[in-house]
């Protein structure tokens, strides 16, 4: 199952230089792409039905700017 942690890695990835970040998550961010679609659906979809029935279930990481920090 995915949590915050992993999901934030998806997005932004884990190396703590910014640029790094943007010169290999820009295609992820900027780019169609059939299978990062496909994943983010397989990954994440549950989390986002999930959102949408029960906004209080994902209240504690509405929490900080981080959201689970």
Same mark, same amino acid.
């Given at each position: 199952m995915e949590?915050?942690?992993?999901?934030?890695a *998806? =997005? *932004?990835?884990t190396? #703590?230089?910014d640029? &790094?970040v943007?010169?290999r @998550?820009?295609?992820?961010? =900027? $780019?169609? @792409? %059939?299978?990062?679609? %496909?994943?983010i659906?397989r990954r994440f %979809? #549950?989390w986002? +039905? $999930? +959102?949408?029935? &029960? &906004?209080? =279930?994902?209240a504690g =990481? $509405?929490t900080s %700017? &981080?959201?689970w920090?």
């Amino acid at each position: 199952m995915e949590t915050p942690d992993t999901i934030h890695a *998806f =997005w *932004f990835g884990t190396h #703590p230089d910014d640029d &790094a970040v943007i010169a290999r @998550q820009s295609a992820l961010w =900027w $780019r169609k @792409q %059939a299978d990062v679609d %496909a994943e983010i659906r397989r990954r994440f %979809a #549950p989390w986002v +039905a $999930r +959102a949408r029935h &029960a &906004a209080s =279930w994902t209240a504690g =990481w $509405r929490t900080s %700017a &981080a959201g689970w920090r």
